[in-house]
């Protein structure tokens, strides 16, 4: 089976900007969340979508975004990039049972 | 507010010699308890889930054990490719609150 995957791998982005990170789940999980790595913070959870409906939103600002399609595939964006952005953004997918599997990330960094 | 706590945040080993990672938790009612590692840059890559204190769950070097307070990961006997960061986790309202790892190395 195939893993979670997660597309581009790296992003290099200037302030103010915006971007779109995609994620694709492991085939029959219908769970996707989304989490942000940072040396100083460590993991933190961002949002967690379940057939197209957000169940949990962490304490981020509203420029972080995201969306679910019919197909279990996820996007996240994250509107007028600051500096502190900079991070490894993961996705991780679930069959339901809390058990969640991360993809390779997305290394996004912001000029 | 859930709370994870790892110990120690290093752990330098030399090869062969076994030790301990400690997670503490603090959350109301415990949907288990997950390990991961994680390789510098990539993706935490799941381990184990941990359901009732008491369980124990073994993956070659690796073992990991679960009280009603703290889950331990126990390396044994390691080996260079077993340098990584750990990672414990507990579910919660559909997200995941990790601690803040412990960096294992394991020189030859």
């Known amino acids: 089976k195939a893993g979670v995957t997660q597309t581009p791998r790296y992003l290099i982005k200037t302030r103010g900007q915006q971007v779109t990170l995609s994620c694709s789940p492991i085939s029959g999980h219908r769970s996707v969340s989304w989490y942000q790595q940072t040396p100083g913070q460590g993991l933190q959870f961002l949002f967690e979508?379940?057939?197209?409906?957000?169940?949990n939103k962490g304490n981020f600002p509203g420029r972080f975004s995201g969306r679910q399609f019919s197909n279990s595939r996820s996007e996240m964006n994250v509107s007028t990039l600051e500096l502190g952005d900079s991070a490894l953004y993961l996705c991780?997918?679930?069959?339901?049972?809390?058990?969640?599997?991360f993809g390779p990330g997305t290394r996004l960094t912001v000029l | 507010e859930d709370q994870v706590t790892q110990s120690p945040e290093a752990l330098r080993l030399q090869e062969g010699e076994s030790s301990s990672l400690n997670c503490s938790y603090t959350?109301?009612?415990?949907?288990?308890l997950f390990w991961y590692r994680q390789d510098p840059g990539k993706g935490p890559e799941f381990l184990f889930t941990l359901y009732s204190a008491g369980e124990e769950k073994e993956k070659e070097r690796l073992k990991a054990t679960l009280t009603k307070k703290e889950s331990f990961l126990h390396i044994t006997a390691p080996k260079p490719e077993d340098s990584a960061t750990y990672l414990c986790?507990?579910?919660?309202?559909?997200?995941?609150?990790f601690g803040a790892g412990t960096t294992v190395t394991v020189r030859a």
């Open positions: 991780a997918s679930s069959y339901g049972n809390n058990e969640q599997f």
């Open positions: 979508y379940f057939s197209e409906t957000q169940r």
């Open positions: 986790a507990v579910p919660n309202d559909y997200k995941l609150s």
């Open positions: 959350v109301s009612g415990l949907r288990g």
